[in-house]
């Protein structure tokens, strides 16, 4: 999207696969790390209906853009977020939009 102050529309994309993700892989560790506190929670459940930018999630949440971003870079590199789009603010700033990756997550001790 490339005019000012637009935003994506809601795409869900509903899916029946479940991410599993076992004790001993390294992404086990990243989604523990990403999901630690319950801001980096609040970020996540944020992000799950619609997509938002940085500035919006820190403003429901009650916490600062820097902060949100530290929370959304860990939760991207976990793939629990996804950068979804990018919007522009009405100065013309271009800003990403964030959105809770549509899946359902298992962690577990036992090897599949």
Do not use: W
């Given at each position: 999207?490339?005019?000012?102050?637009?935003?994506?529309?809601?795409?869900?994309?509903?899916?029946?696969?479940?991410?599993?993700?076992?004790?001993?892989?390294?992404?086990?560790?990243?989604?523990?790390?990403?999901?630690?506190?319950?801001?980096?929670?609040?970020?996540?459940?944020?992000?799950?209906?619609?997509?938002?930018?940085?500035?919006e999630?820190?403003?429901?949440?009650?916490?600062?853009?820097?902060?949100?971003?530290?929370?959304?870079?860990?939760?991207?590199?976990?793939?629990?977020?996804?950068?979804?789009?990018?919007?522009?603010s009405?100065?013309?700033?271009?800003?990403?939009?964030?959105?809770?990756?549509?899946?359902?997550?298992?962690?577990?001790?036992e090897?599949?």
């Amino acid at each position: 999207m490339h005019a000012l102050s637009t935003r994506p529309e809601p795409t869900p994309t509903p899916t029946d696969e479940t991410r599993v993700i076992e004790f001993d892989d390294d992404a086990f560790g990243d989604v523990l790390a990403a999901i630690h506190s319950e801001t980096a929670r609040e970020i996540l459940l944020s992000v799950r209906d619609e997509p938002l930018t940085a500035s919006e999630i820190a403003d429901r949440v009650d916490t600062s853009v820097q902060n949100a971003s530290y929370h959304l870079r860990k939760l991207v590199d976990a793939e629990l977020v996804r950068i979804c789009d990018n919007v522009y603010s009405e100065k013309g700033c271009e800003m990403k939009c964030y959105r809770a990756v549509d899946t359902a997550l298992l962690l577990t001790t036992e090897s599949r």
